[in-house]
């Protein structure tokens, strides 16, 4: 059986996709952390870059990304202009 994921599902259960910005130096450090979840675009540029259905929009606006389909599909990493989608989700 195939495991069907939502990107939010995947984004909230791996850590790679929290983008960390250190500022100062050393002892004044500041670092900053912002978590890049999937934002279930509309009109999503990942769907229309991946093949087979490996990402697809549920009725309700859920965006879907089907690990087992969408694994080798690279572009679809680089079609998010969020950066939420990650090479460790489609593997």
């Given amino acids: 059986m195939a495991r069907i994921l939502s990107a939010t599902a995947l984004s ?5 996709n929290i983008h960390g910005k250190e500022r100062g130096q050393y002892p004044f450090i500041d670092v900053a952390y912002l978590a890049v979840p999937c934002l279930h675009c509309d ?4 769907i229309r870059a991946a093949k087979d259905g490996a990402i697809y929009k549920r ?4 965006v879907i990304i089907d690990p087992v389909k969408a694994k ?3 572009k679809v990493i680089n079609a998010c202009p969020y950066s939420a989608i990650s090479s460790k989700k489609i593997r």
């Avoid at 909230?12 to 790679?16: F, P, Q, Y």
């Avoid at 009109?43 to 990942?46: M, R």
């Avoid at 009725?59 to 859920?62: A, F």
């Fill in 72 to 74: 080798g599909q690279k």
């Fill in 43 to 46: 009109n999503a540029p990942c």
């Fill in 12 to 16: 909230r259960t791996k850590m790679d």
């Fill in 59 to 62: 009725p309700d606006g859920i």
